[in-house]
């Protein structure tokens, strides 16, 4: 663990002022994070923009004995504006209610686990000039297209250094690097004057693992797939969601609704169900923050709590340690936190967040799995999201095909799926090896018996 | 030096400096430069989960040369860091050995030199935090004691005070102060098992005074009130409708399925349906459909303060003006940035917005609606057979591209020879832009007109915007359902 000089020197005398300013706090948590970074981007199949910034900033929390929390943050990072904002972080506290729930923030803790494969070096001294050919290569992937009419595209790479502190004598810092490809692609059959677009991404932390060609190759068969829509007549079927089906259909609404902090407000369809079966065997969930090199892994979190892997889902059951805690909502139920304290930069005070989550594939090929179905919906993207506090979902098919004896056919217009998601849950038949990762999430293909499907031709 | 004497940097020997050191070299230039500080307050079940303050520096420098645009950001605010940023966005804009098959230039355009400042009657930077938190507990005390039914609150309060300042190549020096507040009550209710939520905000461009109109004041009794009425309500049967739309889902309908669609660089990237159709029928004749950011609409609502989506001058120096993007069924304008209007060889008409002095400016709405025709409210329910009321949305995207929409209504009402009946919840209603606004078939008076206001998220940037019109009915709507 690598600490910044500058910051360590810029804490200690924070704690100093602080504590001979006021003795008001229960304790005092400075937060510092960086983020360099650098954007390519491609329009209508030319690059068009070229970004480098930087953003830093230090972050103040402080808690009093009565419970109260004051956050106060700038991004000019120097000795004056820390101590202004020590003040300003106090006067926040001053005002606050009481919460004789809220215990202080964690301690010093003895040992971080060591995951590998966050940081990549050569992101430091990364120059434009460097991505260049990451660029040339989506541009004349995408040329080789003769229906993509248009083309954007980003690749950009994100620096950050993150280091807390607080005045139980907890300190900690962290590096990571994000490295990204996006390609969206517009196809048009000048003859018919069909038109679609279909996209992919891929999210790493080391430069050298981005395929650029081949996202721009895959956002293309994606819009292949889509290109030749029709309406068809609402029945009740099976339904198949492909990897990205999978996140938005299961793993996100499943992600918000074992937020502790939603359910210890009652606000989840997941309330009341701690302990129960909620679908079949092959429905088994993990949030594993200690995988090397994957997105969503990290030694600490937002507050310095270490990380871990825990079961969420295990055999259809939804385990009674089932939700994502952060210090205050673990504290709550006086279990430990499980380290999902989630801080998007110093700007943010932290909420709970997944870090990676994952439906662990089952035990049929994803052909196997499709061909068994005689007539259903393969749904593989839609932009709406289910009801979390009731599980209602009802959403368009913004891309989707029908399935029919055993084969992906015709894609799909105007067609919408309604169901909730824990009748989803329950009927899920299949999960299949093969699965994609997008981002913190890992989802493979999953077959549900007995969906709503609302068409609109006559 | 104070946090809003740092735009004190820009001055007259910097701005030479730029010039010259600009000449030649780039064919554009632009720097925004911001500061603001602000609170941002959240109670929840009566106890606060969120008090807290902050104060940013943001400054970004735009190049351009050969069609490819350099984008620096910088946060140290003087004119070392300035000199040394605008080498930098230099450099990005000159990257070599990728060609584009388009270089264009941008045509020059009128310059401003302009102090703006837009008076708060109440400046929040004068409101003690006391008296903002005790507003948070009165909304808080009110959803709470509306009903043992409501099981938990929440009360969001965000204001900001911002100074700006904008130079272009061109000329330009528009400076601009004004504050904004936002207020949410988000109410849950609970009864038998079923839990339900409803969530009503109020925005502007102003001060304290936004959040003690008489509308302000009623949010949180609106929000538990309609919490409660959603627990009696049942899940739509999906199918084909006659649908009534309340004036902020008609906002949503233009704003999404219409406004976006018009965007002149997604009309340039080919991801509009409307490329090419300037000038063609698009709509039955009674349809007019505008985009007017301009100042002093807040009046026409009986509002103390100015409309959340309005603006003096857009991100690039161009003056907001009433666009006019369908008159009488007829597609005539789209909206431009400076890029837009200068490879379409239109005029840019003040819509390249970005959500902060270091996002890079795109083709953004301001307040987007729908104009407003003869129908009473009444009539159109009384002339329904058989339909639904949707009135206000939760959320709503459109993909530009093929023209199919999707929105989620808050609240539903059935609607059965001519009376409402039954209320219903999530009900989701989708279809092709292009198709909807072919049948409309009634579309009501100016004193149906309302409007709602919000944050208009477009690659990952968002921007405050508003949106209205008056009722309309449509035929044929695709309402999704669990049954």
């Given at each position: 663990m690598e600490f910044n000089n500058y910051y360590n020197a810029l804490a200690e005398k924070a704690f100093n002022f602080a504590r001979s300013f006021s003795s008001d706090f229960e304790c005092l948590e400075i937060y510092f994070s960086k983020n360099d970074y650098l954007s390519l981007k491609i329009e209508e199949n030319m690059l068009k923009h070229v970004e480098k910034g930087k953003d830093e900033g230090f972050s103040v929390r402080c808690v009093s004995r009565n419970g109260s929390m004051g956050f106060a943050f700038s991004n000019q990072v120097d000795e004056k504006h820390l101590k202004e904002i020590i003040k300003t972080s106090i006067k926040m506290m001053k005002n606050g209610t009481d919460d004789p729930e809220f215990k202080s923030f964690p301690p010093k803790f003895h040992s971080y686990p060591r995951v590998k494969k966050i940081y990549d070096k050569q992101v430091e001294d990364l120059q434009v000039e460097d991505l260049q050919e990451y660029i040339s290569e989506m541009i004349n992937r995408c040329k080789e297209e003769p229906l993509a009419i248009s083309h954007n595209g980003i690749i950009s790479v994100d620096n950050e250094e993150t280091q807390i502190y607080n005045s139980n004598g907890l300190s900690i810092s962290g590096k990571e690097t994000f490295c990204s490809v996006y390609s969206s692609v517009i196809f048009k059959d000048?003859?018919?004057g069909a038109s679609s677009s279909g996209f992919e991404y891929q999210l790493k932390r080391f430069l050298k693992d981005l395929t650029p060609k081949n996202i721009v190759e895959l956002a293309s068969n994606n819009a292949k797939m889509f290109l030749y829509r029709r309406k068809i007549k609402s029945m009740r079927c099976s339904l198949v969601l492909t990897p990205l089906g999978t996140k938005e259909l299961i793993l996100k609404p499943i992600a918000s609704a074992i937020n502790a902090e939603s359910f210890q407000y009652n606000?989840?369809?997941?309330?009341?169900?701690?302990?129960?079966?909620?679908?079949?065997?092959?429905l088994n969930i993990i949030d594993d923050?200690?995988?090397?090199?994957?997105?969503?892994?990290?030694?600490?979190?937002?507050?310095g709590v270490p990380c871990k892997t825990k079961n969420i889902f295990l055999n259809g059951i939804f385990l009674n340690s089932g939700l994502l805690h952060n210090w205050y909502t673990a504290n709550k139920e006086n279990i430990e936190s499980t380290?999902?304290?989630?801080?998007?930069?110093?700007?943010s005070k932290p909420s709970i967040d997944i870090t990676n989550f994952i439906l662990k594939p089952g035990d049929v090929s994803k052909d196997e799995l499709i061909s068994t179905v005689k007539k259903g919906v393969l749904l593989n993207y839609t932009n709406d999201k289910p009801n979390?506090?009731?599980?209602d979902f009802s959403g368009l098919v913004l891309q989707g095909n029908l399935i029919e004896n055993g084969k992906i056919s015709t894609a799909l217009n105007e067609t919408m799926v309604g169901i909730n998601i824990l009748d989803l849950l329950k009927n899920i038949q299949q999960v299949s090896r093969e699965f994609k990762i997008y981002g913190s999430y890992r989802a493979p293909w999953v077959k549900v018996k007995d969906v709503q499907i609302i068409g609109s031709a006559p | 030096m104070g946090l809003y004497e740092l735009l004190d940097v820009f001055d007259d020997k910097l701005i030479n400096w730029i010039e010259k050191n600009t000449k030649n070299r780039v064919d554009y230039w632009d720097i925004r430069a911001e500061t603001k500080s602000g609170n941002s307050l959240e109670f929840t079940n009566r106890k606060s989960k969120e008090i807290s303050s902050y104060e940013l520096v943001e400054c970004s420098i735009r190049t351009l040369h050969e069609g490819k645009w350099g984008f620096y950001i910088l946060k140290d605010l003087n004119s070392n860091t300035i000199k040394q940023g605008m080498e930098s966005a230099i450099k990005l804009c000159k990257i070599p050995n990728i060609s584009i098959n388009n270089p264009f230039k941008i045509n020059e355009v009128d310059s401003y030199n302009k102090k703006i400042r837009i008076k708060s009657k109440k400046k929040i930077i004068d409101v003690p935090i006391e008296e903002k938190i005790n507003l948070l507990k009165e909304h808080e005390n009110i959803a709470f004691n509306y009903?043992?039914?409501?099981k938990n609150t929440k009360t969001t309060y965000i204001d900001k005070h911002v100074k700006t300042i904008f130079l272009n190549a061109f000329g330009s020096k528009i400076f601009q102060e004004m504050e904004f507040v936002r207020l949410f009550s988000t109410v849950f209710a609970a009864e038998n098992g079923v839990i339900q939520h409803s969530m009503n905000s109020v925005a502007g461009i102003g001060g304290f005074e936004i959040v003690e109109t008489k509308e302000a004041r009623s949010i949180s009794i609106k929000s538990a009130k309609e919490a409660i009425e959603l627990l009696g309500a049942s899940s739509p049967v999906g199918g084909k409708f006659t649908v009534i739309m309340d004036p902020k889902l008609v906002g949503t309908f233009v704003h999404e399925a219409i406004g976006h669609s018009c965007e002149a660089d997604l009309v340039l990237q080919k991801e509009s349906i409307l490329k090419g159709k300037i000038g063609e029928k698009i709509a039955d004749e009674d349809v007019t459909i505008s985009d007017n950011p301009i100042l002093g609409q807040g009046t026409l609502f009986n509002l103390p303060y100015e409309l959340y989506g309005s603006y003096v001058y857009d991100d690039e120096g161009i003056k907001s003006k009433k666009v006019d993007i369908i008159k009488e069924g007829i597609l005539i304008n789209f909206l431009h940035n400076l890029e837009t209007a200068s490879r379409m060889g239109a005029s840019p008409n003040g819509h390249g917005r970005a959500s902060t002095a270091v996002s890079i400016p795109q083709v953004r709405m301001g307040f987007t609606y729908l104009e407003p025709r003869d129908w009473e409210l009444e009539e159109m329910i009384s002339e329904t057979k058989y339909g639904i009321l949707c009135e206000d949305f939760q959320y709503g995207y459109t993909d530009t591209t093929t023209g199919n929409f999707q929105f989620k209504c808050r609240i539903s009402s059935l609607i059965e020879n001519g009376e409402k009946t039954k209320l219903m919840r999530d009900v989701s209603l989708g279809g092709m832009s292009l198709e909807i606004l072919n049948r409309i078939t009634a579309i009501g008076n100016k004193k149906t007109f309302n409007y709602s206001d919000g944050i208009c998220g477009k690659g990952s940037q968002g921007v405050r915007v508003c949106s209205g019109g008056p009722f309309i009915r449509v035929e044929d709507v695709i309402i999704g359902g669990l049954n």
């Open positions: 000048k003859v018919s606000r989840t369809f997941l309330v009341g169900k701690k302990g129960k079966e909620i679908g079949p065997n092959c923050a200690l995988i090397d090199g994957a997105i969503g892994s990290s030694n600490f979190d937002g507050e380290g999902n304290a989630y801080r998007s930069s110093y700007s979390i506090s009731t599980g | 009903s043992k039914k409501v």
